[in-house]
């Protein structure tokens, strides 16, 4: 008996497959957004803790 692998391969039928077109990824905007969201966020603390720090010296 014949196994099914050994047919000879058939042409495709149907519907063809079309390229995707390439969208802009996101992905690498966003990581650069969280980078510079922390770094404003690590910035304040600096500077709020600082100012607390002189306030309560001075």
Sequence with gaps: MASPRSRPPT???GATRRRMRRRFD???LD???DRLV???VVTALVV???ALVVS???
Aim: charged content about 20%; proline content about 0%.
């Design 11 to 13: 042409r495709r039928r």
């Design 26 to 28: 996101w992905t690498g």
């Design 31 to 33: 990581r650069w957004l």
């Design 38 to 40: 922390a770094l404003a």
């Design 48 to 50: 709020g803790g600082s």
């Design 56 to 58: 309560l010296v001075l």
